[in-house]
Structures are given as structure tokens and as C-alpha cells.
């Protein structure tokens, strides 16, 4: 075949596809259009999922009449004059491509009027062919109605996913939008549906609670740090609040939504060693950033952003959210209904705080609805990380069930799980002995042979200098068989051939590619295996210790994988329940 120029709307089809893959892309495209033109309002109004209409509606700037034809046509944009502003936008658009691209792939009319003017303008555009300005009556704003979405490209058409599918990716999109821009009144609908209405009134948790519902919105933690002219702010679940996915961590960075990005990894390392292994966090993070250290033009959805210095931003994440979730990671409070009451407290949700729930905050979980309201949710209260994340000095009562200790604190009783603080007691000294490059390491009179699946005997061998270094001194000896000739002092008395095992399983399971990760996991795995077991009685002098190892650990509260090691019943909610206080 020759070489020849594409027909224009060949090419326009082209460039459109880029851009707008499916229903969410087009609403996304004039969202952020409405945002830049400082909407304070946006409707969003949809049919069949987005197919047959997609309708936003804003009360921003909106378009002069005489500047119409040239918002639909292709490079035509007000928010970038020269190259050089491509290096600190400020604005969610700047290719000047949006318009165009969705006119060329639909039957898309815009109706606008901007303040000054007594009357609006009106321009029609189908499959890219644009129609007359015509003069109509409008209020100050913008109405961008998008009808027959690729009804001139059949292949398109058959690449969208079922309606509920491209529905979902709508309402995710406008409810994040919504998130970043707590200060903006949005509304979904269909047909006489209204689906989400956020109040526009700046508070973020009631947003989140449309997202995400109220129990889980009442127990996210609010992060806020800022380093170097970096901001953060945003939400992030607490321990015992995970998905099985990292698909509810979301990312804005200068109020652009961003996904799959290395940000992601960032937060969930910031759990490491506090969330099980498969678990993932959920949060809400906000980043604002000088315009000039990203790179905003890397993805033709806009959907990527490229940081000038990465690994300082990565860094700044994970440290901001650590320190933000070690400040509030909480002793689980016993819920009252295990004590058979269901109190007006069962809004407890295992925090300290809880949120403000006599009809304020409404939300009905089948749609996605959260009505304006006057006061906020309470704030966790401020307290010092340092003295949040410690236990208070404890006093040892006893062992029940030879499983739990029991001790009695300044503010209630707390009981502990001997397995699983021990489990943190030998994980953070294992840890600190290895950050020290010495980990200390007993011969063993007589060395332990185990015998493993070929599997595992693979996974052991690749793992053998690993466990070197954690003072294990293990060798081959003979097909799939090893002998343990040594092990750390750390765990002197238990069996060594449990340990050995304990490394090699799960072994097969996606591991972190970063050394660091493995080591981690590593020695998670075998501390849970040595550490002294439910069922197993103490003596006084071993549940002193514990206690008192435990008072001194980084994050006492949680074993390695994530399990609460106490609980605490405080004095406020025995007094409650024995009728003390707050009876009626
Ligand atoms: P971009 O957003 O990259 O500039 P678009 O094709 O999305 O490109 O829009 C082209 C231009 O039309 C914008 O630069 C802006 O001036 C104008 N415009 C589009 N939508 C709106 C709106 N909702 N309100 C005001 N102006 C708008
Ligand atoms: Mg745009």
C-alpha cells in the first residue's frame, strides 16, 4: 500500500481513542474541565451507563460565545500558551484535545455562557462535524451533553464491558473526584435517580463514608504531614482494617488522580510487618507538590505522573503514613456486644473516638448518598505518637487459660496473647540483632536432619545465605534433606527443625522482589513458630518478662502479621457495663 495522509476524521477517530477508551473517560474529561474552569458545582447525569448519555453540568467561567468553535477543535487550549508552561501546570487539562476528541466519537452539544454575557451560545458536533454557534438562553456556565457514545466506531462499542462494569467505573471516578475536591458540591444521577450528592461543604469522611460506607469511613485515620514543600494529607485504614486488594488505595497528586503508581507500594510498605501477608491497606492520599517537580504529560489519559526526584517523595509517603498509622495504631477496645449488651456504644467500632451518628451523617449503603450536615466527625484526639503507640506500664495479675496475661493498667485491664506478643518481642529483637549485622548463634549438641518436600528443599536452597546471616548454620544433607547445625540463641529450646520449616512455607507465594522485604517476612515466619504457644503454661518470671519485653518493643500492639497482641477493657466501659455510669 502507498503511503498517504489519513482522511481527517480517520485521524480524529485516532487521536480520540487515546483518550476516551470508554463512558468514564468522557465523564472524566469534562469533570476535570469543570474543575479547571472552578465549578463549584458539578451534575453529572447519566443513561445506560454512560452509552446513551453522558450529561455534566457546571457552574464555572463557562466559554464565550465567540470562543465556542474553537474549544471543539483539536490543540485548542486556554490553559497553555508555551512550551515552556508545560513544566508547571497547574490545571487538570492542557492538550486541548478533550472536546474535540469526544465530538469526533459522538454526538456531543455544549451549551455555555459566561458572566458577562447576557445571553449563551450553543455548538452541536457530530462525528466530529461541527454545527453552527447558535445564541440560546443559559445560566452562567457549562452543559456538556454527550449522546450515542461511539456510535461511528462499531469496534469501539464491542470492547466496553457490560453496563454495571462501565457504571462501576463511572461512580468510582466521580467519587474520588469528589474526595480531591471535598469543596465541590457533586451530583450523580440517572434519570430521576440521584446516586451520589456530596455537600460540597469540605468534609472528607463524609465523602469517604459514601465510598466506602460508615463503619469504614468512621475508623480510616486521618494522616496530615508535610516536608520540604511536599504536603500530605489523606486517609489510611488502621491495622485490622485491610482489603485483599490494593484497589481501594487511591492517589491525587495536585488534584489529579493518579493510579499505578510506585506511590501505592509506598503506603503499603509503611504496614509492613503490621498487616497480614495478602492483606493490603485502604487510603486515601493527597499530595500537592510544587507543579514544576512532576511531570504531568506522560500518560494520554493523563492518569500517570513522572516525579522529578522519586525516591524522595516515595520516601516522604512511607515515612508520613508510618509514623501516622504508629500514632494511632490503638489497643482494640472489647466490643460491648461480646459482653451481651447492645448499648448505644455498639457504634464502637474498636477506636477510641467514634463519629458523631444521630442522623448527621446519612448514608443508605445500596446507593451512594451523603447529605449535608453541620458538624464534622470527631477527631481522634491529638496525642503524642510516641506515648500513643506504647503500652502504659503494666501490672501483671496472672495467666488465664494458659493463653492470655492478664495485667491491670492506668486506665483498665488489659489482656494479652502470650503467642503473639512473644511473637513481636522475639521479631523486633531478631531484627535489631540483624540490623546490627550479629546475630548471636548456638551450636547445637546434636544437630536437627529434617526431611522436606522437593519443593520446599528448592526454596530452602535459594534462602541459604539469607539464614546465615540470621545466625541458622544449616547445610545439605542429602537429597532434599538438610541438618541444622545451629541456630540463633534467640531461640534456644525450641526445636530447630520447626524453624527450619517455618522459612520454607508460603515460600512459593509472590515474595517481595526487595531483599529487605524477604528478610522481613523471613524472620516474621520463623518468630511465629518459636514464639511460646497458646496452651503453653508461664511461670511468674516468664510473664514478667514478656510484659516487660513487650513494654519496650517499637510497635507492641500487633504481632508481626498484623494480629492484635492485647485488648483492653477500659475503666470507663467496665463502669458502663456494670451499670456505674451512664445508666438509664
Ligand atoms: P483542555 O482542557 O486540555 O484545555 P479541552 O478540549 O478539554 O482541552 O477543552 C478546550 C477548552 O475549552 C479549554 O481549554 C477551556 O478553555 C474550554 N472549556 C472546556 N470545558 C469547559 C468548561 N466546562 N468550562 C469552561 N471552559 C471550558
Ligand atoms: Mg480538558
Request: charged share 25%; aromatic share 6%; with cysteine.
Amino acid at each position: 500500500m502507498a503511503i498517504r495522509l489519513l482522511a481527517p476524521e480517520v485521524a480524529s477517530q485516532i487521536a480520540a481513542g487515546e483518550v476516551i477508551e470508554r463512558p468514564a473517560s468522557v465523564v472524566k474529561e469534562l469533570m476535570e474541565n469543570a474543575l479547571d474552569a472552578g465549578a463549584k458545582s458539578i451534575s453529572i447525569s447519566v443513561a445506560e451507563a454512560g452509552r446513551k448519555l453522558i450529561e455534566v453540568a457546571d457552574d464555572g467561567s463557562g466559554i464565550a460565545a465567540d470562543e465556542l468553535a474553537l474549544a471543539v477543535s483539536r490543540h485548542a487550549t486556554s490553559k497553555l500558551a508555551r512550551a515552556d508552561d508545560l513544566f508547571h501546570i497547574s490545571t487538570l487539562g492542557f492538550r486541548g484535545e478533550a472536546l474535540a476528541s469526544i465530538g469526533s466519537v459522538s454526538r456531543m452539544t455544549i451549551t455555555s455562557k459566561v458572566a458577562n454575557s447576557n445571553a449563551g451560545a450553543r455548538i452541536k458536533v457530530e462525528g466530529g462535524r461541527e454545527g453552527k454557534v447558535e445564541s440560546v438562553g443559559a445560566p452562567t456556565g457549562t452543559v456538556v451533553r454527550v449522546e450515542d457514545l461511539f456510535h461511528n466506531v462499531p469496534a469501539r462499542l464491542k470492547f466496553l464491558k457490560a453496563d454495571v462494569t462501565e457504571r462501576r467505573a463511572i461512580d468510582a471516578l466521580i467519587t474520588r473526584y469528589a474526595l480531591a475536591y471535598p469543596n465541590v458540591r457533586f451530583k450523580l444521577s440517572e434519570g430521576n435517580n440521584v446516586t451520589l450528592q456530596t455537600s460540597g461543604d469540605g468534609d472528607r469522611r463524609a465523602i469517604l463514608a459514601a465510598l466506602y460506607g460508615v463503619d469504614v469511613a468512621k475508623q480510616l485515620l486521618e494522616i496530615n504531614s508535610e516536608e520540604e514543600g511536599i504536603r500530605l494529607s489523606g486517609f489510611t485504614s488502621p491495622t485490622a482494617l485491610t482489603r485483599s486488594n490494593r484497589k481501594d488505595i487511591t492517589f491525587f497528586v495536585n488534584g489529579r488522580w493518579v493510579q499505578d503508581t510506585p506511590l501505592t507500594t509506598a503506603l503499603i510498605q509503611a504496614y509492613h510487618t503490621l498487616l497480614m501477608v495478602g492483606r493490603y491497606p485502604m487510603g486515601a492520599v493527597f499530595i500537592d507538590i510544587a507543579p514544576e517537580e512532576v511531570d504531568v504529560n506522560v500518560h494520554p489519559a493523563k492518569a500517570e505522573v513522572r516525579f522529578r526526584n522519586q525516591d524522595k517523595i516515595f520516601g516522604f509517603v512511607q515515612r508520613a503514613m508510618r509514623r501516622g498509622l504508629l500514632a494511632y495504631s490503638p489497643v482494640p477496645q472489647v466490643a460491648p456486644t461480646l459482653w451481651g449488651t447492645r448499648s448505644e456504644s455498639s457504634q464502637q467500632v474498636g477506636l477510641d473516638w467514634t463519629i458523631a451518628h444521630d442522623g448527621e451523617l446519612k448514608v443508605e449503603s445500596s446507593k451512594l448518598q451523603v447529605e449535608s450536615r453541620e458538624s464534622g466527625v470527631d477527631q481522634p484526639p491529638n496525642l503524642e505518637p510516641s506515648t500513643l503507640n506504647k503500652v502504659p506500664l503494666l501490672r501483671l495479675i496472672g495467666q488465664i487459660g494458659a493463653t492470655y496475661l492478664v495485667a491491670e493498667g492506668p486506665d483498665g485491664l488489659y489482656l494479652i496473647d502470650q503467642h503473639a506478643a512473644h511473637e513481636r518481642v522475639l521479631f523486633e529483637k531478631l531484627m535489631a540483632q540483624h540490623d546490627q549485622k550479629k546475630i548471636p548463634s548456638q551450636s547445637l549438641l546434636t544437630p536437627a536432619v529434617v526431611t522436606l518436600p522437593p519443593q520446599s528443599a528448592k526454596a530452602l536452597e535459594s534462602q541459604l545465605s539469607i539464614l546465615s546471616q540470621f545466625g541458622f548454620e544449616v547445610e545439605e544433607f542429602g537429597t532434599n534433606t538438610f541438618q541444622v547445625r545451629a541456630m540463633p540463641s534467640l531461640f534456644a529450646g525450641s526445636d530447630p527443625s520447626a524453624g527450619l520449616r517455618a522459612i520454607v512455607e508460603d515460600f512459593e507465594e509472590d515474595e517481595s522482589p526487595l531483599q529487605n522485604e524477604i528478610e522481613k517476612k523471613l524472620a516474621a515466619r520463623v518468630c511465629k513458630r518459636m514464639a511460646v504457644k497458646g496452651g503453653q503454661t508461664l511461670s511468674a518470671e516468664e510473664q514478667r518478662a514478656l510484659l516487660s519485653d513487650l513494654e519496650r518493643c517499637d510497635s507492641p500492639r500487633t504481632c508481626p502479621h498484623g494480629r492484635p497482641t492485647m485488648i483492653h477493657l477500659s475503666v470507663e466501659m467496665l463502669e458502663k457495663q456494670f451499670g456505674r455510669k451512664g445508666a438509664r
